[in-house]
Antibody, heavy 114, light 110 residues
């Protein structure tokens, strides 16, 4: 069974950091592009970042560039999103996504508030 | 703000058909695959259509997708109360180098 399971969300103060993880099973993770998508409360989804199979190519949305870093550990079939200098507008449910396989995780909530 | 434009809402009676449009440009809809997502309240988006007109296993054939030029359309036939949800289109944009989601359409079953 194909599964994407996110973890690491929570409440963090503005300016703080958080690292999200996404454990993948059911398909060959190491040769798959992976994406992070977020959805703020009451808003539509917004693409955040992507990374290719070997981690050598990454792309970010302008709103997170320079603050977020996507990475992966193929030995652990795990995708990461390191989020630094968090802002209130980063508050959202963050989803791990395989667009090519049309698979989304269940999401993890990040709340940035003092 | 999204550059894939959808109508904010559509509605129809049970059993009827609705069509949701997704208007983009040459750098996204016209040149890349379009996907369609259904989102029920409190749940993650679910893929209804991928690569313009393909359904993942388990998605009923009441849902169908098409594309022409810079626009794509999701058709829902035999509308059911369980189809009440938000629907989004999505496509990669090679000019912006980002994946774009549509502005979203709320489907209401009258």
């Amino acid at each position: 069974e194909v599964q994407l399971v996110e973890s690491g969300g929570g409440l963090v103060q503005p300016g703080g950091s958080l690292r999200l993880s996404c454990e993948v099973s059911g398909f060959t993770f190491s040769n798959s592009w992976m994406h992070w998508v977020r959805q703020a409360p009451g808003k539509g989804p917004m693409w955040v970042s992507r990374i290719n199979g070997d981690g050598g190519s990454v792309t970010y949305a302008d709103s997170v560039k320079g603050r977020f870093t996507v990475s992966r550990d193929n030995a652990k079939s795990t995708l990461y999103l390191q989020m630094n200098r968090l802002r209130a507008e980063d508050t959202a449910v963050y989803y791990c996504v395989s667009l090519a396989r049309s698979i989304w995780g269940q999401g993890t909530l990040v709340t940035v508030s003092s | 703000q999204s550059v894939l434009t959808q109508p904010p809402s559509v509605s129809a009676a049970p059993g009827q058909k609705v069509a949701i449009s997704c208007s983009g440009s040459s750098s996204n809809v016209e040149s890349n695959f379009v996907s369609w997502y259904q989102q029920l309240p409190g749940t993650a988006p679910k893929v209804l259509i991928f690569e313009n007109n393909n359904r993942p296993s388990g998605i009923p054939d009441r849902f169908s997708g098409s594309k022409s030029g810079t626009s794509a359309t999701l058709d829902i036939t035999g509308l059911q109360t369980g189809d009440e949800a938000d629907y989004y289109c999505g496509a990669w944009d090679y000019s912006l180098n980002v994946y774009l989601f549509g502005s979203g359409t709320k489907v209401t079953v009258l």
